[in-house]
């Protein structure tokens, strides 16, 4: 069994913000692999955020950003479970990047279940025309899985949730959220956003 050492979890730490506890649960799984540890992490706040979802929000913070010259400004509401939470360092600093994303990639929708039927409608129909007329002579599963390619990049660019997340462009907003609600243990929830600009 490998030992792990007290510097090496403090690094673990460090790279991932996760509890000392943890850290060294995960090295010890890995094998003191720090790569593969942080995956074993990143499984955990899945898991976590998975079994926190269901758990009720009723604090949170309305963040607000403006950009340096005065001609943007966003405003999202994150929620969360505590009051203790939303005063968590943490946690503003991710309501801060949500505002940064918002104001970087001006999204339209906040995530895939609030995007409107008509328009998923829409641009099925234009991706499956484009697919048919490009693939012909495919067959049918293949347009089929082309077209759900295509409807995936139109989430990706359309929706906060899969945008990349500004402050650390590794990561989506969806995988962050789900990273801090693995570190912090409860529930957190992006509500809404509003993104001015001046003139826009």
């Known amino acids: 069994m490998?030992?792990?050492?007290?510097?090496?979890?403090?690094?673990?730490?460090?790279?991932?913000?996760?509890?000392m506890m943890d850290c060294k649960a995960a090295l010890k799984e890995s094998g003191g692999d720090m790569e593969k540890a942080k995956d074993v992490l990143r499984k955990k706040?899945?898991?976590?955020?998975?079994?926190?979802?269901?758990?009720?929000?009723k604090e949170g913070l309305c963040y607000a950003y403006q950009h340096h010259n005065g001609k943007l400004a966003v405003l999202?509401?994150?929620?969360?479970?505590?009051?203790?939470?939303?005063?968590?360092?943490?946690?503003?600093?991710?309501?801060?990047?949500?505002?940064?994303?918002?104001a970087a990639y001006s999204p339209a929708f906040l995530s895939?279940?609030?995007?409107?039927?008509d328009?998923?409608?829409?641009?099925?129909?234009?991706?499956?025309?484009?697919?048919?007329?490009?693939?012909k002579g495919k067959p049918q599963a293949v347009i089929d899985k082309a077209v759900e390619?295509?409807?995936?990049?139109?989430?990706?660019?359309?929706?906060?949730?899969?945008?990349?997340?500004?402050?650390?462009?590794?990561?989506?907003?969806e995988q962050t959220r789900t990273?801090?609600?693995?570190?912090?243990?409860?529930?957190?929830v992006v509500r809404r956003f509003v993104r001015l600009e001046l003139g826009g």
């Not at 994150?78 to 005063?87: L, N, S």
């Not at 990049?153 to 945008?163: H, I, N, P, Q």
């Open 179 to 188: 990273e801090l609600v693995g570190k912090i243990g409860e529930n957190i």
């Open 76 to 102: 999202v509401e994150v929620a969360c479970e505590t009051d203790f939470v939303a005063k968590n360092e943490d946690f503003k600093a991710f309501c801060r990047g949500v505002a940064l994303t918002v």
């Open 119 to 135: 328009a998923i409608a829409k641009e099925k129909q234009i991706v499956s025309e484009m697919a048919a007329e490009s693939m």
């Open 45 to 57: 706040g899945k898991q976590l955020a998975d079994k926190a979802s269901g758990r009720e929000v």
């Open 112 to 117: 895939r279940e609030s995007v409107p039927a």
């Open 149 to 173: 390619g295509r409807l995936d990049k139109f989430y990706a660019e359309k929706c906060l949730m899969e945008k990349q997340y500004v402050p650390d462009d590794t990561k989506t907003v």
């Open 2 to 19: 490998t030992e792990i050492d007290a510097k090496t979890v403090m690094r673990l730490r460090e790279m991932t913000g996760a509890p």
